[in-house]
């Protein structure tokens, strides 16, 4: 079955790295854009970082960009979230996103990631 595991969220100081990983498995993983996720208490949903399927292309929600940096090994069918430089307000619940086209989309059960000091 179609299955998204995110791992490498934690505690960070603010000003710190983390590195988001989502390995994918039960679905063709290089067919598919991928997009990170996350959602905030309280807040909806937001898109943060997305790729298309050979990687030549990705964006960015405008809060992340220069800090954030999505990637993706379409060998090991995973996608990559390098966050640098993080603050407070990145604390969120971070969700992989598998995307065909809008017509099949798969997600992640989620990673926290939390900045504080």
């Known amino acids: 079955q179609v299955q998204l595991v995110e791992s490498g969220g934690g505690l960070v100081q603010p000003g710190g790295s983390l590195r988001l990983s989502c390995a994918a498995s039960g679905f063709t993983f290089s067919n598919y854009a991928m997009n990170w996720y996350r959602q905030a208490p309280g807040k909806e949903r937001e898109l943060v970082a997305g790729?298309?399927?050979?990687?030549?292309?990705?964006r960015y929600a405008d809060s992340v960009k220069g800090r954030f940096t999505i990637s993706r090994d379409n060998a090991k069918n995973t996608v990559y979230l390098q966050m640098n430089s993080l603050k407070p307000e990145d604390t969120a619940v971070y969700y992989c996103n598998a995307n065909w086209k809008q017509i099949r989309v798969y997600w992640g059960q989620g990673t926290q990631v939390t900045v504080s000091s």
């Open positions: 790729i298309t399927t050979t990687g030549g292309t990705t």
